[in-house]
């Protein structure tokens, strides 16, 4: 009975599938209309992209700002500083939910973005070091791995056969939550791999001016601030694990070395 169900209807994963074939076709459209720009004009659209997010997160952040003000003021009683404290959290929760909405609608062509400069670099035969090995860009993502992208974007599990690129993979959905500014985490599970996925993905990420990070254990705090505020940061479960950890037991909060979480890989 479940194999006669199975040919009628398909499995979750043919459902899946045929659910998002058309968003592919539609990256892929895109994609091939961006070979006729410039380097210069494809960086600006990606710029335009990370614009358009940080204008729609600006009013939030002016209203939080003047409701901070209020509340150090000195000026208000209890109740209504609970107001506010209220009125924080709901600015947050509609900012965010603002900004994924603009992701979700700008997905496809941030994907043919990612595509089409994995496309520039193999052309170019872009080389780099990659763990002090020389490296040759030869990778550009093939239908699966946008959806695989997709998947991840999505917030839920991405599941690849060996050989199907997850590195890659992991990329256009990286680059679209860093344009929001809040800071994206890759989580792997050593420094070795932190540390070569990082620079292996790096090219792609410069061309479009996304900085990357990485975190590696013996880093000292500083350092590590530093590798946070990038747009990307790569490490492993263990030092993000660790950092969270600390942040919650140091007494001055400038001393924390972690942004907000917003998305993890």
Known sequence: MFGVLKKVFGTKHDRDVKEMLPVVEHINELYAALHSLSDEELRAKSDALRERIATAKSEYISDRDSMREKLLSGEIDHAERQDVYTNLEESEK????????????????????????????????????????????????????????MVLHSGKISEMATGEGKTLVAVAPMYLNALTGYGVHLVTVNDYLAKRDSEWMKPV???????????????DP????????????????????????????????????????????
């Open 94 to 149: 509609a900012e965010y939910k603002e900004v994924a909405d603009i992701l979700n609608e700008i997905m496809p062509e941030a994907f043919a973005i990612v595509k089409d400069v994995c496309r520039r670099l193999t052309e170019r035969k872009h080389s780099y070091y990659v763990s002090d090995h020389l490296q040759t860009w030869a990778m550009i993502p093939y239908d699966v791995q946008l959806m695989g992208g």
């Open 222 to 265: 500083q350092d590590r601030v530093t590798q946070y505020n990038s747009d990307i940061t790569y490490g492993t479960n263990n030092e993000f694990g660790f950092d969270y950890l600390r942040d919650n037991m140091v007494s001055d909060p400038a001393d924390m070395v972690q942004r907000p979480h917003y998305y993890a890989i």
């Open 205 to 219: 990420f410069d061309f479009l001016g996304i900085s990357i990070g990485c975190i590696q254990s013996n880093m």
